[in-house]
């Protein structure tokens, strides 16, 4: 599955719906606490992405050292900020940072992460607002792919608030029979073989083997691992042989995140121009 080809797609289509909506620029604010190295170059290619989409991107930055009052402080300020659509906060934060008290001071309108509580609980009730930008971007590609989720054994292994648990609730919305496992679940290799449909997001290479995967299964490895022969995901490269259909690492979930991350800013623009009604309204 090829996520750049899909990726590209919709970055242009966001790019079109940029210039028709109106109404004045886009705003996309990042926050990044501390000088992380990664951190940087991913903020760099989301503002890159930004500008081509025609979204103006502002870019906030605070020492590592930065007290919770001055990130809270900063929030408020692009809260009210009429200019800001979307505002994202790059983590993880420095220790001693309270991730949670942070992500909730964003406004649910413009968190475009999809993390605060009302958009994960709007997500919960099978009305989504703001969903995290990775799931969304699996689901795009299965669409893409013409995957039938309806009454498909899917397994999730991975259940963290930003991939795993999202993505296995927009799978049960598509009447998916859905599985979450974890590092704690007993012989999960046997129940990676019973899944139509496997998404891993583990974060650790090569956790799921071949032949741990069943014959025409369509598989989502959404890991990245740096090592010495280049980037490396959560299922081993060989399924391919097995699998009816993979995204391939790199190059397949990762350009998703990010033309959905541009999706979702034009979608915050759209409720605060009264475009598109949000269900708290």
């Known amino acids: 599955m090829d996520g750049r080809a899909l990726g590209e ?4 289509e966001v790019k079109d719906e940029v210039a028709r909506l109106g109404g004045g620029p886009l705003g996309l604010a990042t926050i990044l606490v501390g000088d992380d190295a990664g951190s940087d170059i991913y ?3 989301k503002h890159n992405a930004a500008r081509e989409a025609g979204i103006e991107p502002r870019d ?3 020492p590592k050292d930065a007290s919770e009052e001055d990130v809270l402080g900063l929030v408020d300020e692009l809260n009210e900020d009429a200019a800001i659509d979307g505002i994202l906060v790059q983590l993880p934060l420095p220790d001693g940072l309270d991730e949670n008290r942070v992500i909730r001071a964003v406004e649910p309108v413009k968190d475009v992460d999809g993390f605060h509580p009302f958009n994960a609980g709007q997500l919960f009730l099978g009305e ?10 699996i689901l795009a590609l299965l669409d893409e792919y013409d995957v039938d989720l309806e009454g498909a054994s899917a397994v999730v292994v991975g259940r963290s608030q930003i991939v795993g648990k999202p ?7 598509r009447h998916a029979t859905v599985t979450i496992c974890h590092s704690r679940t007993a012989d999960l290799a046997e129940r990676t073989r019973a899944a139509d449909v496997l998404v891993v997001a583990a974060g650790r290479r090569r956790l799921v083997a071949a032949d741990d995967v069943k014959e025409g299964a369509v598989v989502v490895d959404v890991g990245i691992t740096r090592t010495e022969q280049g980037i490396e995901g959560d299922v081993d490269p060989a399924a391919a042989e097995r699998a009816g ?4 690492v790199p190059g397949g979930v990762g350009p998703m995140t990010i033309a959905m991350l541009l999706r979702s800013t034009v979608r915050a623009a759209r409720y605060r121009r009264n475009v598109l009604a949000y269900p708290r309204d």
Do not use: S
């Open 128 to 137: 989504p607002t703001h969903v995290p930008a990775t799931p969304l971007g």
């Open 9 to 12: 797609r919709i970055r242009a």
């Open 167 to 173: 993505v296995a609730l927009l799978l049960l919305a």
């Open 245 to 248: 259909l993979i995204t391939p």
């Open 43 to 45: 903020i760099r290619n």
């Open 60 to 62: 906030y930055r605070l």
